[in-house]
Nanobody, 126 residues
Framework: QVQLAELGGGSVQAGGSLTLSCTAS????????MGWFRQAPGKEREGVAA????????YYADSVKGRFTISRDNAQNAMTLIMNTLKVDDTARYYC???????????????????RGQGTQVTVSS
């Protein structure tokens, strides 16, 4: 059973930066698609950024390209999302998620992710 634990998040003014991290435990053999999706009240779920642990493929939503950067540390089973130039529209609850196939809008996967963390709130004020 894969367990995901998120750190980071918080409140920041527009234009500021935040970093989210996610540590995974309980991995079984093989590779996963890992990343972040977000959910804001009244809005659809959006896959934000993701990475495939078996290669260098990355995914970014158009809304965050050029501002967010995802990276991984396979040895530590950890993943980091650096969010720069934050906008009010980035306000949402961010979830770390993983699955054997694309999910949660990441890499355009439609299914719900099998594994996800509790989420962390990101609030951007104007």
């Amino acid at each position: 059973q894969v367990q995901l634990a998120e750190l980071g998040g918080g409140s920041v003014q527009a234009g500021g930066s935040l970093t989210l991290s996610c540590t995974a435990s309980g991995y079984t053999y093989g590779h996963y698609y890992m990343g972040w999706f977000r959910q804001a009240p009244g809005k659809e779920r959006e896959g934000v950024a993701a990475i495939y642990t078996g290669g260098d493929n990355t995914y970014y939503a158009d809304s965050v390209k050029g501002r967010f950067t995802i990276s991984r540390d396979n040895a530590q089973n950890a993943m980091t999302l650096i969010m720069n130039t934050l906008k009010v529209d980035d306000t949402a609850r961010y979830y770390c998620a993983a699955d054997r196939i694309p999910c949660g809008g990441m890499f355009n996967g439609r299914k719900n992710c099998t594994y996800r963390g509790q989420g962390t709130q990101v609030t951007v004020s104007s």
